[in-house]
Every structure is written in C-alpha cells, then in structure tokens.
C-alpha cells in the first residue's frame, strides 16, 4: 500500500512539481511575544475563526495569538472559495462588523460568481474563487496593521484554570515550551486539529491537517483535547475530507465546458464598493471548468469500497456534512444517477494546481489516481497530492453561552469548527462573536455582544449552536433563517455596522461615512419611485408588455396611474427597466447609485413580505424580553397546572421577563408554556375591555 | 471516542431543546435561552402517584405510578413469590405493606414500560378495591415507598415533556377530562388521533414542498444537481402537491364551524316580542326557575343563558329582552333590547317565540328569509286551533303541550348544524367529513395557512425569479400548521431535502 508520503516520494520524479508556494510574511513575527508581555486575550489559532477574533479582539485589548505555524496564519485548507448562498451572507455580515474575511477576500479573488443572480435579491450569494497566496497574505498583512496584536509561534497543551467561589474561571495557557502565560480571557479555535486523525485508504497517522501540496502534517492538539475531556466537556468526533489536487497542465481543457466569471464581479467589502473601486486582480481572473463522473467511475468507487476508512464516528461510517459528500456516498446514496458534475478550479493564478470540486474520498492514492482518470477530459491528469479525510473532536456548542463564552468556565471562549460547524465562513463568524466577547470581557465592559435572529446569519448561527447543538457538520443555509427576505448579503452593512460601532469593532470613519452615504441613497431611491407615477397604458406603452402584462386585462384599470414603487413590485420587473423609463420621462432623474442598486430593489420588491416580517420579528424580540407584569399572582387559581415547586420558585424570584423565568432552575418547559399562555390570555382581555370602553 | 457522546446531553437539556423545538415554529413563543440551562435536581428521577379514579368510595379504584421507582414499588408491595407481569398484561396481585406487611387488597396490577406509557416513563398501575380504607392503605404503602404524590397535571406534563404528547394532544386531553356532553367526549377522542394524523399529514405536505423550493434555492446554481438546474420540473411537482393541500384545507374550512360549536357550546337564542312567553319556556326547558316570569311585558332586560345537554350537545340558551320600541320603553329596556339583538346577532341557532301578538315589527312578518331556525306558537291554550301555523311547534307553557315536540325539534335543529360526530359516514365523503377544527386558535391558523398557500400558486407561476418569495409563503403556512401541532423545524426540511436530492459538489 502506498502511503500519502511514499506517493509524493513517487511525484517527485514523476510529477512536474509545483513552484514552492512564495514564503509568505514572516513579517508577523515583527509582533512577536514577549514574556514580560501581559494580555487581555489570549487566541488560540490562525485559522478563519482565530484570524476573525485576533482582529476583533485587539480592536478592544492587547491580544496575543498562539499558533503552531505563523505561515499558516489564514490559509485556505481546502476550496479556495470564499462565499456562496448562505455563506456569502455571513462574509458579508463579517465585513460589516469590519472583520478580516471580506476585505482578504476581495483582494485574492480570481473569480467571482453571483449565485441565484436571477432569483430574488434576498437568496443571492456572492461567491469568490481565491488565489490561496494571495488570501492568505492579503489575511496576514490586514492583522499585521492592527495594533495591539502580537504572535506566538508554539503549541498550547493546557488551560489554567481557577475554582473560585463563583465557580471556575480562565486564568491563562500552557505552551509546549512550558511557559505559562496569564490572561483572563481565552478563545480556543483548533479547528480540526483537536485530537485529529488524518486518513488516506487504511492509513491513518495524527495530524490536524496535511500542509498545502505537502505529504508534511501539522500535528494535532492532543494535549488540549485531554484538557477538555477531563474538564467534563461534552466531545464527539466529527470528519470532513479534501479531494486530492490536479495537475491542471494534463488535463484536456479543450473538451471541457467553460465557466467564467461574472462580467461586474461585485466582491464582498462594502467600503471598496461604495468607492466604486473594481477587484484588485480582475484582469487576471481564471477560468473554471466542468466535467462529470460516469459509470465507469461509480463502479471504481463501489469497487473499492472496503479500501475506505473505518472511523471513530456514527459507528465506522464518520459523521461527516450531508451536504458536502465524498464522492463515494453520492454514488452509493443514489444508484439511479448516471453522473455527478465535478468543477475543476484552478488554485490560483500563477498556478497549474487544480481543485477538483466534489470528489473528496480518502481512497488509497493510487485508486484516487483511477477515479480520476475514469472522468471525461482527465484521462491523462496526475494528481499532485491525493486527497485525505481527517476526523477530529468538537465540543457541544450546546455548552457554550450565546456570547460563545463557555457555561462552566468564565472567559473562555470557543469558536469555529471546534463548536461542529463547518466552512470557513461559518468559522469566521463565530471568531468575531467570541473576539468582541472575549475583548469586552477584557475590558471589564458588561455588555455582551448578541447578532439575534432578527439582526443577522451571525445571529441565526449562534442561537442554532448554542440551543440546539450539533450532531453533524453544521452549515449554513438560507433556509435556516426565519427572516431571509430581511437577511440580505446587499444589507449586511445597513442591519450591523452600527452595532459594530457601538460596540468599539468599527473605527473605521470610511465605513461609518459609507454606511450613512448608502442609508441616505437607499432612502432616496426608494422615495423616488414612490413619487414617479404614470398611467397604466403609459407603462404599457413604454415598458412592453413586461409591465402591462397584469394590467392590460381591463380597459378601466388603464386610466389609473401606478407608481414606479407599484410597478416594481410585480416579480419579472427589474429596478434597471423601470429606471430607463424614470430617466426618459424624467430628465433631472438621477438613478440609483450602483452601490445600493440593490438594497433599493429588495426593499422596494419585499415591501409587502418586509412588513410582515417586521411584524414577526417584533413578536420574537417582544416574547425574548416578553414582560411578566409585575402585580402577577402565582396561585393555584391562576395556573391550575402549575407544580407547586414552580409557583414557589416564581413567587420567590418574580422575574421580570420570559426570558428570565427560563433561566431559573425548576421551572420547566411546560410551566413557561402555561406562564407565557397566561401573561398572553390576560393581555388580549386586557385590550378586549379597553377596546369595549372606547 | 465514539461519536455517540452526543447523545448525552443531560436530560434537562434535552428537555429544553424539544421545547425550543415545538417553540421555534412560533415566533411569539420562541424563547431566547441565554443563560444556564443546567440540570434541576432529582426532576427525572423521582416516582410519582396519584388515585386516578373519583374519591372513594366507588367500586374499583386506580392507583397510578410513574416514574424509574415504580416497578421497584409493585415488587415492594407484592411477596416474594409474585412475579412482575409482562408489560401491558394484568395480573392478580396481593397487596401488602411494605414494611408492616400487613395485607391491603387482593387486586390488579399492570405495568407499562417507558417510553412506551402515557407518561413515557414507567407507568404501574393498581386495581384495587374502592373502599376508602382499601385506597387510603394502598396509597400509604405507595408514600411510605418513597414515592411523591403527583402535583396537578403532572402525568400530562410529564407526557408533554417526553415528546408523548404534542400542544395539540394536551389541549384535546384537557377537553376530554374536561367534557360535559357526549358528543365533546367523542370529538376529544377523535382529536387526540385523527385530527393530529391529518394536521401530520399536511405539515409533511408541507415540508416536502419546502425541501423542494428551498432546495432550488440553496442548491441548485452550485451543486451537483441536474434537476435543480431546472427548476421548473420540481415546481410543477410541488404545486400540484400544494394545490391539492390548499382544497383539503379549504373543506375543512367549510365545515360550518362544528368544531368550535361543540367545543364552546352551540348557542341557542330565544327571540320575541314582549310577553310571547320566552322566559316560561327557558324554565320548561332548565327544568328550574332561572327567568323571572311575569305578565308584565318586557319584564326580562339582561340576557338569562343556561346550559342544556341536547342529544349529547352542549347547547347554550339565552332569553332576551322581548324586542319592542316606543316611548314607553324605559333606558334599561331599550338597553335589554340592544342586548337582545346582539345575542340574535351572534346565535348559531334562533329560536323565534310567537306569543298572541304576532311577529316582532324589527324583523318583519314575511317569514321568509329570516333568521329564524325555529319557530315556536306559544299559548296554544288560548288559541283557536285553525289560527296555528303549520311552519312552527304550537305549544303551552301553563299546560305543557307541545313540549316533548319543541325539545325534540329543537334538539333536531342543533344536531343537524353540528352533523354527525364520530358516527358512520359514507365511504364517498372520506376525510372531509371529519371534524378537526374544534378551537377557534386552531381556524385562524389553518386559516392563514390557507392564504399563504393561495399567494403561493399565484407566485409559482412567476417562475425562478419569484421563488424566494413562494417559498415564503410555504415557511409561513407549515409556521401556521405548525402552531397548530406544535413541532415544526428546518431540519425536518434539511431531512427531506437531502433524502431527495444529491446535493453538495
């Protein structure tokens, strides 16, 4: 059996080798540790999740970060893409809250894609391919600006932990050296590399993740995993796996469907798009393309079905995303297809190596190799690096606080796949959340930092994690957001900038300016097209039978005028149609500026869906902080059904909201359901007798 | 390390997480559970009991246990030689002190072994004798065991808790224990089946739509998915389906609100001039003086309601004011006429009592379309025969003529609008005969799950580029059904969705 390392001992003198990757930014360790040196935070991990808190957090405090390699700060360990429907949103959201993530994003992207661009505004995702380097320095040199942000190359094998009379609390790390270094806020983010088991066929070898088209592992975190279990953490192993990296020089491009990118790729920062500034590298962009599996390679996958890994997880199966399967699962699940597309993504651009996008499965290398070239046009390409799972532990985010604050343990924060999720993005978002946490916290500042439901897919991420915890990879999707017509990538700015400043993690005056610029332009659009009125027979006229269509059915309904707004609400009718006709008629008519194009036509075309969930989300945020009124009488005539323990308990605390009742120990799911069935009855005969006296 | 640590969320956990899960389908009821959720003490572990039949003396009692201690308790009170019964199956039982041994009863017992029990815990249960003495003994030795006597609706709550009931299944307990008439306790019965069954089946509708739109949404301009690159195919699918759903829901809807009649009450109104003999025939009918009767006219003012049972149906009948104006009708009069017509307005049933003076002037003497379900000719006794319609009951209220006939119509009139519940039904009318709707909370929201569904087909037809708002409109029905059952989550649409599609690159 080939291991992963003798294959690459093979490559080397069959395979072109790839350019060494450029030795990126060492310039970090300018920042580097010293011990005399005293923090308020202290991040564990370089990753998305860490390189989000390192930089939110230094926003508010002296920050350290500990990580295994410095020159891994921020890389990209499997797609390089950034994005996507659900996840776009989040990168967004991140952006608004000045994180890393966009700006890094813009900067390495190669190509760019509008998902759903001709589905509703709300369901769009921006999607970047990146230059892996270019990312990955673009992370570094963003975090070398910050202040307050200093590096420490080494591993952390244990927590400092104090029991006080309140209970446990962070008092600092141990290093590999070690060195004890103290501070009383500390944000775990190992990503895969908590107790990781890399795996290739049969093989399997420790190791948190293999360096980027290297048979070299970086090692896992073993010590720290221990410190978890024996500090009672609730762990379960989870996997996830990379597909092996092509040679793009073999393969045959020529028979392969091309995918460009979009003509105005838009990217993710909200300050360059207000500029009106273009993508940094979109004269270089690449080209995607596509090829699919066939027969031929499902039966090479069945057939080699016994060489796959046995996990630790689901009984040897691994508990691995469902939405992100090996190729293996996607033939075995379903028989009946005849092909699965794959996407081939070039890595960069000034590089041959290519992603194969969908075909993750840790077969041995030389079976990978087969698969591979079973697919049309690949007949001849060699992979560089096959590819290989690793499975590792994560905690039970269901033991985390909504400030992603451990419940046992004060000041100490998790964030990332740690907490079960997966995706780079959804590692991001939880970093920021625990860095303004975990900075606040340093600061002695009371204030939690909390995205609700209603605020954002930061909001509608957490509150999964930390209510319902995870039992496998969890990603985001728009549909877990109750409010998605609200939750717009084109809005991110408008719903969470403010909030970032009030919270100290927006200094940036371009920002703030961009973001008041926008509220205005936004404000005037839609304004505009209220006012704008035309007869319907005039729309008709002018706009085709694309905005007559409804109307033309009665002659009577010609003679009434319509407002742009009205006009504009009909779904196929785009704000650029009806602003052609605007300038035409109108010729001191400015349009909308570019950059809140968008926001202009969702809040236009959701006008009627915006309200109601407006109205929704009033009801969420009232029965979050849903009032018990204060002269409320816990006896048996009232709540009938409430045990006697309960009604001790509420009479003895008296708590002021919903939201507090719950948090008292003994009263139960059902007595909050009858308490807040009360609190509603007794409201509605309330506005019953008021509405009888008027 | 196995991956089934998972499982081991503390049970006080778990608790919370289906509560969140039966709340996330309701905004307003969505809690925010931010601070610590940690385990109350010894609330799963302890055994509770309670006498689940009336306070003796009766025939036969019953003694109920639930919880980890129960069967440990049957083996306490019973000798060594008695072996536990297979779960569900009655045995004979002696029954002793546990630590007197003094001898209780000679009775049953049966055991249920969570979760499959009413309460989802163990449940044992003794038939004993229902003498006080034989109870009061039996329920000693039980407390002497160590268990706790259950608090008010424990056994329910306990039930709710451990996912054996939903909202919908306490709320049709509760009308059960709670039901006055027959025909109540027939349509709790069905409710706490029938009705969630058919509600399930629509949210599942549901929700397969949902794991369609959503994944053309989500899905279908990155993956792997052929047929989510054309939308339209799965769209023709999920709209029939939702089409279909839509009328199911829109006959249910036009069940004349039958439900709801049984449930609160079918209300009666008696209607008339003054002096036609409303108030007698109130008392005739409640068997009891709750009307003052006078000569006098218009001597009722406010509305009198009783309770009747009629062929089973909880029927409430007012008397009303006789409805007169003019200028020898007083303030409280005219305010008892007000009254009077409003109650008119609201009845499900109108009872109009003709006295010697003909029709009221309000409502005219046409007799034809009226409100009026029945028509009532009182003082027969001091009519000439030829002078009685043949539209109406002739009765008297001082002799008692007519009044078996008038109960018997009347009695007719109030089946007829309720229908048959629970009884045969033709095989033709299959499903849309049942009565699910029985609360007014429970029509609003099929209601509102009725118009989204109906916006829903209207954007269909716009194609792709209006899916994000069809699919709103399903997210806001299965919300509504959801309500109504109380369990609904995305990650019963992620379910779905990933059993049907091939999603993921």
């Known amino acids: 059996m080939l291991s992963i390392r003798s294959l690459r001992a093979l490559s080397t003198s069959t395979f072109p080798l790839p350019p060494a990757p450029p030795s990126s930014t060492p310039s970090l360790l300018l920042t580097t540790h010293t011990p005399t040196s005293t923090y308020g935070t202290i991040i564990i991990g370089g990753g998305h999740a860490g390189c989000e808190a390192l930089s939110s957090s230094s926003t508010l405090t002296e920050t350290l970060c500990i990580t295994q390699n410095l020159a891994q700060v921020g890389e990209l360990s499997c797609n390089p893409s950034i994005g996507g429907i659900g996840k776009g949103h989040l990168v967004r959201e991140i952006d608004a809250l000045d994180g890393v993530m966009g700006k890094a994003a813009d900067l390495g992207c190669c190509h760019f894609r509008m998902l759903n661009e001709r589905k509703g505004t709300a369901v769009r995702g921006p999607r970047g391919q990146m230059d892996r380097d270019l990312y990955k320095s673009a992370v570094q040199?963003?975090?070398?600006?910050?202040?307050?942000?200093?590096?420490?190359?080494?591993?952390?094998?244990?927590?400092?932990?104090?029991?006080?009379?309140?209970?446990?609390?962070?008092?600092?790390?141990?290093?590999?050296?070690?060195?004890?270094?103290?501070?009383?806020n500390v944000v775990v983010t190992t990503g895969t590399f908590l107790g990781g088991t890399l795996m290739c066929g049969l093989e399997r070898y420790a190791g948190g993740r293999h360096l980027r088209d290297?048979?070299?592992?970086?090692?896992?975190?073993?010590?720290?995993?221990?410190?978890?279990?024996?500090?009672?953490?609730?762990?379960?192993?989870?996997?996830?796996?990379?597909?092996?990296?092509?040679?793009?020089?073999?393969?045959?491009?020529?028979?392969?469907?091309?995918?460009?990118?979009?003509?105005?790729?838009?990217?993710f920062d909200h300050v360059r798009q207000f500029k009106g500034l273009r993508l940094p590298m979109e004269k270089d962009f690449i080209t995607c393309f596509k090829t699919a599996t066939n027969e031929q390679t499902h039966k090479l996958c069945l057939e080699y079905e016994h060489l796959l890994p046995k996990y630790d997880g689901a009984d040897g199966d691994g508990m691995g995303p469902r939405y992100c399967p090996s190729i293996y699962k996607k033939v075995q699940r379903f028989p009946e297809r005849n092909g699965h597309n794959c996407f081939l993504e070039p890595e960069g651009i000034n590089t041959n190596i290519v992603y194969p996008n969908g075909m993750s499965g840790p077969y041995p290398p030389e079976i990978q190799q087969k698969i591979i070239n079973s697919m049309y046009g690949m007949e001849k390409t060699e992979i560089i690096v096959p590819g290989y799972d690793v499975e590792y532990d994560f905690i039970n985010p269901i033991s985390l606080k909504h400030t992603l604050e451990t419940k046992d343990i004060a000041g100490l924060y998790l964030a990332g796949q740690i907490c079960g999720t997966t995706g780079y993005e959804e590692a991001?978002?939880?970093?920021?959340?625990?860095?303004?946490?975990?900075?606040?916290?340093?600061?002695?500042?009371?204030?939690?930092?909390?995205?609700?439901?209603?605020?954002?897919?930061?909001?509608?991420?957490?509150?999964?994690?930390?209510?319902?915890?995870?039992?496998?990879?969890?990603?985001?999707?728009?549909?877990?957001?109750?409010?998605?017509?609200?939750?717009?990538?084109?809005?991110?700015?408008?719903?969470?900038?403010?909030?970032?400043?009030?919270?100290?993690?927006?200094?940036?005056?371009?920002?703030?300016?961009?973001?008041?610029?926008?509220?205005?332009?936004?404000?005037?659009?839609?304004?505009?097209?209220?006012?704008?009125?035309?007869?319907?027979?005039?729309?008709?006229?002018?706009?085709?039978?694309?905005?007559?269509?409804?109307?033309?059915?009665?002659?009577?309904?010609?003679?009434?005028?319509?407002?742009?707004?009205?006009?504009?609400?009909?779904?196929?009718?785009?704000?650029?149609?009806?602003?052609?006709?605007?300038?035409?008629?109108?010729?001191?008519?400015?349009?909308?500026?570019?950059?809140?194009?968008?926001?202009?036509?969702?809040?236009?075309?959701?006008?009627?869906y915006l309200h109601r969930q407006e109205k929704d989300m009033d009801s969420w945020r009232k029965s979050q902080g849903l009032l018990i009124p204060p002269d409320i009488v816990y006896d048996r005539n009232n709540f009938p059904t409430l045990k006697e323990e309960e009604l001790q308990l509420l009479k003895k605390f008296r708590p002021g909201t919903l939201g507090d009742a719950n948090s008292i120990q003994g009263i139960t799911p059902q007595g909050l359901v009858y308490l807040q069935q009360f609190i509603r009855k007794r409201g509605r005969s309330r506005d019953r007798k008021r509405a009888s006296q008027k | 390390m196995a991956f089934t640590t998972m499982a081991l969320v503390t049970?006080?956990?778990?608790?919370?997480?289906?509560?969140?899960?039966?709340?996330?389908?309701?905004?307003?009821?969505?809690?925010?559970?931010?601070?610590?959720?940690?385990?109350?003490?010894?609330?799963?572990?302890?055994?509770i009991y309670a006498l689940s039949t009336s306070s003796p003396p009766s025939a036969l009692a019953i003694v109920r246990l639930s919880g980890p201690e129960s069967i440990p308790t049957l083996e306490k009170l019973t000798s060594t030689d008695f072996k536990v019964p297979a779960p569900r199956k009655m045995s004979l039982a002696k029954l002793f002190h546990p630590i007197t041994k003094q001898p209780l009863d000679e009775g049953m017992a049966v055991i249920f072994k969570g979760p499959r029990s009413f309460t989802g815990e163990d449940v044992v249960e003794f038939h004993i004798h229902g003498s006080r003495g034989v109870v009061d003994g039996v329920i000693e030795a039980v407390s002497d065991s160590g268990l706790r006597a259950a608090e008010r609706g424990e056994f329910t709550s306990r039930a709710f808790q451990n996912d054996k009931l939903s909202l919908l299944e306490v709320e049709s307990l509760h009308s059960l224990l709670t039901s006055q008439t027959s025909t109540q306790r027939v349509l709790a019965l069905s409710t706490s089946s029938k009705v969630v069954e058919i509600y399930d089946s629509w949210r599942e509708t549901?929700?397969?739509?949902?794991?369609?739109?959503?994944?053309?949404?989500?899905?279908?301009?990155?993956?792997?998915?052929?047929?989510?690159?054309?939308?339209?195919?799965?769209?023709?699918?999920?709209?029939?389906?939702?089409?279909?759903?839509?009328?199911?829901?829109?006959?249910?809807?036009?069940?004349?609100?039958?439900?709801?009649?049984?449930?609160?009450?079918?209300?009666?109104?008696?209607?008339?001039?003054?002096?036609?003999?409303?108030?007698?025939?109130?008392?005739?009918?409640?068997?009891?003086?709750?009307?003052?009767?006078?000569?006098?006219?218009?001597?009722?003012?406010?509305?009198?309601?009783?309770?009747?049972?009629?062929?089973?149906?909880?029927?409430?009948?007012?008397?009303?004011?006789?409805?007169?104006?003019?200028?020898?009708?007083?303030?409280?009069?005219?305010?008892?006429?007000?009254?009077?017509?409003?109650?008119?307005?609201?009845?499900?049933?109108?009872?109009?009592?003709?006295?010697?003076d003909g029709r009221d002037s309000i409502h005219g003497d046409d007799g034809e379309d009226d409100d009026v379900d029945l028509r009532v000719f009182n003082k027969a006794d001091l009519r000439e025969k030829d002078e009685l319609g043949s539209s109406g009951i002739s009765i008297s209220c001082v002799n008692g003529d007519g009044v078996d006939k008038l109960i018997r119509k009347l009695t007719e009139v109030v089946k007829d609008r309720v229908g048959n519940v629970g009884g045969e039904k033709s095989e033709k009318d299959e499903g849309s005969e049942d009565i699910i709707i029985t609360k007014r909370r429970h029509r609003e929201h099929v209601e509102a799950a009725y118009e989204a569904l109906c916006r829903f087909e209207t954007?269909?037809?716009?194609?792709?580029?209006?899916?994000?708002?069809?699919?709103?409109?399903?997210?806001?029905?299965?919300?509504?059904?959801?309500?109504?059952?109380?369990?609904?989550?995305?990650?019963?649409?992620?379910?779905?969705?990933?059993?049907?599609?091939?999603?993921?690159?």
């Open chain 2, 11 to 47: 049970p006080r956990i778990m608790t919370k997480t289906s509560f969140a899960r039966i709340l996330a389908s309701s905004p307003q009821l969505r809690l925010y559970s931010s601070s610590s959720s940690s385990a109350t003490a010894d609330f799963e572990d302890d055994t």
């Open chain 2, 206 to 356: 549901l929700i397969k739509a949902m794991s369609h739109t959503e994944a053309i949404i989500d899905f279908s301009s990155d993956s792997d998915n052929t047929d989510l690159q054309q939308p339209e195919l799965i769209y023709g699918g999920v709209l029939n389906n939702v089409i279909e759903l839509r009328k199911k829901m829109e006959s249910h809807l036009h069940d004349g609100y039958k439900g709801e009649l049984i449930t609160n009450g079918v209300k009666v109104c008696l209607t008339g001039l003054p002096n036609a003999g409303k108030s007698s025939i109130i008392n005739i009918l409640a068997s009891r003086d709750v009307s003052i009767v006078s000569s006098t006219p218009g001597t009722t003012r406010d509305v009198v309601t009783v309770q009747l049972d009629l062929g089973g149906v909880l029927c409430l009948v007012s008397d009303t004011a006789g409805l007169r104006e003019g200028e020898d009708v007083g303030e409280v009069e005219s305010e008892g006429v007000k009254r009077a017509l409003r109650v008119r307005e609201e009845a499900d049933i109108v009872v109009e009592v003709v006295g010697l």
């Open chain 1, 141 to 184: 040199n963003i975090l070398k600006e910050k202040e307050n942000l200093k590096f420490l190359e080494g591993a952390v094998e244990d927590l400092i932990i104090e029991e006080t009379g309140e209970g446990k609390v962070i008092r600092g790390v141990i290093t590999n050296t070690g060195e004890s270094i103290l501070s009383s």
């Open chain 1, 428 to 608: 991001a978002a939880q970093g920021v959340v625990a860095g303004i946490n975990a900075g606040l916290r340093a600061r002695n500042d009371d204030r939690e930092f909390i995205v609700g439901r209603d605020e954002g897919y930061i909001g509608v991420l957490v509150d999964d994690l930390v209510t319902k915890g995870v039992s496998e990879p969890y990603r985001m999707f728009t549909s877990r957001s109750e409010y998605r017509l609200s939750l717009r990538a084109d809005n991110a700015d408008l719903r969470l900038t403010r909030k970032g400043v009030e919270f100290g993690v927006v200094q940036d005056p371009e920002r703030v300016d961009a973001l008041e610029e926008r509220k205005k332009e936004v404000e005037r659009g839609v304004s505009e097209l209220e006012k704008f009125r035309l007869f319907v027979s005039e729309w008709n006229e002018k706009g085709g039978d694309k905005m007559g269509g409804t109307f033309s059915a009665s002659s009577k309904k010609k003679s009434v005028k319509k407002s742009a707004h009205e006009v504009l609400r009909m779904p196929h009718v785009t704000l650029s149609d009806i602003e052609e006709i605007m300038e035409v008629e109108d010729p001191s008519f400015t349009p909308v500026s570019l950059n809140s194009h968008d926001t202009v036509e969702a809040t236009v075309k959701y006008s009627a």
């Open chain 2, 459 to 505: 954007l269909a037809i716009e194609g792709e580029a209006a899916v994000d708002l069809a699919s709103e409109e399903l997210r806001v029905a299965s919300v509504e059904i959801g309500r109504i059952v109380g369990r609904v989550d995305v990650e019963d649409v992620l379910d779905s969705l990933f059993n049907d599609f091939c999603v993921g690159k």
């Open chain 1, 214 to 267: 290297s048979e070299q592992v970086e090692p896992p975190s073993n010590a720290l995993s221990q410190t978890f279990r024996k500090l009672n953490f609730d762990i379960g192993r989870l996997k996830t796996g990379t597909p092996p990296r092509l040679n793009g020089d073999t393969i045959d491009y020529d028979l392969l469907e091309k995918q460009g990118s979009d003509p105005n790729p838009i990217g």
